[in-house]
């Protein structure tokens, strides 16, 4: 399984749109309705931008699925989601959700969890409404 969303994760960023920083990136995130995945897509307005794990959970909030219990994350050196995905993650997945951020080669460069990347996060449940 493990293997699989890894390969999800490298074919997707083969079609990331990043004519701005060449740095591709894909995510395969599996839900309670089945396997997400998204690219990054960049614009000639820098600040438009959308990260390929914002796409991924975009995708299956579209379709339906609001829970998500593993993400996987490919780049060319293994790098790991940056804050702003950090904190949508932690919206839709539980603490010990785990996230695989793999190298283009597949090797996998961080073994963590949304918790650990977002301790203390910002939920829906620290609202008072
Ligand atoms: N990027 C992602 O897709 N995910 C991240 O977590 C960090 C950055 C993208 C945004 C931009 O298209 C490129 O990588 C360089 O920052």
Redesign the pocket.
Same mark, same amino acid.
């Given at each position: 399984m493990t293997s699989e969303r890894i390969q999800d994760a490298l074919d997707v960023r083969q079609r990331a749109y990043?004519p701005y920083?060449n740095?591709f990136?894909g995510a395969a995130i599996m839900t309670d309705a089945g396997v997400f995945v998204g690219c990054?897509v960049?614009n000639a307005s820098y600040g438009l +931008?959308n +990260?390929?794990?914002r796409t991924a959970v975009f995708s299956a909030v579209a379709a339906g699925a609001k829970n998500i219990t593993a993400v996987v994350?490919a780049t060319r050196d293994g790098?790991s989601? +940056?804050g702003a +995905?950090r904190q949508v993650l932690a919206e839709f997945a539980e603490a010990d959700c785990p996230v695989l951020c793999v190298n283009e080669s597949g090797i996998i460069t961080l073994e963590t969890t949304v918790g650990a990347l977002l301790p203390h996060a910002f939920t829906p449940r620290n609202l008072t409404r």
């Open positions: 990043a920083s740095y990136v990054n960049e +931008c +990260c390929a794990e994350v790098g989601p +940056c +995905c």
